[in-house]
């Protein structure tokens, strides 16, 4: 696996390989690589010549108070777990190299829909950060086709969204929610979770799983499921932060006749903030 630190480095050996008539993959990551990242590297190696993994923690997208400067920053274990499978190029820049004129004066790119509600009411700025951040990326990568896991359907709705409004020529596919045994979304945050509260954290997938089946029975008081679902958490020992039944391509509260529908959820353990999300249609 040949690393990157420079966009001018990774671009020349990419235009060869573009040259060559290469399809070239793209999986962009923040680091502390799991199974579920490893598994959107394989994706992206069944469909194209070349595959690109970036690994940036792009303080862009987090809030002041958030978890920028303790996200876990593992490297090497990265490095060896993509060379294992086999990722061809690895982009690890540093700030300065993603963001040479500084944070405050950089240019951003918004998408003004789907962006202040779920994830982005409790995330103020997150979303602008991450569609501003994989824009420098996909001019950077130029990538036929780019891998996003599901667990974060928001951020896949909003960037598919921010790709076709400004034409961007890339395929975007969606990668299925890697989970442990007991459910629990995989998640570079799942490290933040004590020993005591691991074995409980799978609530949240518990809970829209149970949404999951009241709708399929006929159910459709929405308010009431997300209700209860939050009351179940609680229980558990969590805050919940949002349930919501949505219009999987709006993010807009389902309709009653709506027949496709995601239902996503956020709560906060003590030191994380977990997502999931379960799609029905
Ligand atoms: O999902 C992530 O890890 C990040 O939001 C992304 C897409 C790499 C942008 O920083």
Same mark, same amino acid.
């Given at each position: 696996?040949?690393?990157?630190? @420079?966009?001018?480095?990774?671009?020349?050996?990419?235009?060869?390989?573009?040259?060559?008539?290469?399809?070239?993959?793209?999986?962009?990551t923040m680091g502390n690589l799991h199974d579920a990242h490893i598994e959107l590297v394989k994706r992206a190696q069944q469909?194209?010549?070349?595959?690109?993994?970036?690994?940036f923690v792009n303080g862009l997208q987090f809030g #002041?108070?958030?978890?920028?400067?303790?996200?876990?920053?593992?490297?090497e274990d990265d490095c060896a777990k993509l060379r294992a499978v086999g990722c061809d190029f690895l982009f690890h820049p540093d700030d300065k190299e993603m963001y040479p004129n500084g944070l405050d004066t950089q240019s951003r790119v918004i998408c003004p829909t789907m962006t202040d509600v779920l994830c982005g009411a409790s995330r103020p700025g997150h979303?602008?950060?991450?569609? @501003?951040?994989? @824009?420098?990326?996909?001019?950077?990568?130029?990538?036929?086709?780019?891998?996003?896991?599901?667990?974060?359907?928001?951020? #896949?709705?909003v960037i598919r969204r921010m790709a076709e409004d400004l034409c961007v020529p890339v395929e975007i596919t969606a990668a299925p929610i890697h989970r442990e045994v007991d459910g629990l979304a995989m998640s570079s945050r799942n490290g933040y979770l004590s020993a005591a509260e691991r074995p409980r954290a799978n609530q949240l997938n518990v809970s829209l799983r149970w949404i999951?089946?009241?709708?399929?029975?006929?159910?459709?008081?929405?308010?009431? #499921?997300?209700?209860?679902?939050?009351?179940?958490?609680?229980?558990?020992?969590?805050?919940?932060?949002?349930?919501?039944?949505?219009?999987?391509?709006t993010l807009e509260l389902a309709a009653q006749d709506d027949k496709d529908i995601t239902v996503l959820g956020a709560m906060y353990t003590s030191g994380a903030r977990l997502i999931d999300n379960i799609s029905l249609n």
């Open positions: 696996m040949q690393i990157f630190h @420079t966009v001018q480095g990774l671009r020349q050996p990419l235009a060869q390989a573009r040259r060559e008539g290469k399809r070239i993959g793209f999986v962009p469909t194209n010549d070349l595959v690109v993994c970036s690994i #002041l108070n958030e978890d920028w400067d303790k996200y876990p920053r593992t490297f979303f602008e950060g991450v569609t @501003t951040v994989v @824009t420098k990326l996909f001019n950077i990568v130029q990538p036929d086709e780019a891998i996003f896991g599901a667990k974060d359907f928001q951020q #896949l709705a999951v089946s009241q709708i399929e029975q006929g159910n459709r008081d929405f308010p009431a #499921l997300e209700a209860e679902a939050k009351r179940q958490i609680d229980t558990a020992g969590f805050k919940p932060d949002y349930i919501s039944v949505c219009n999987s391509k």
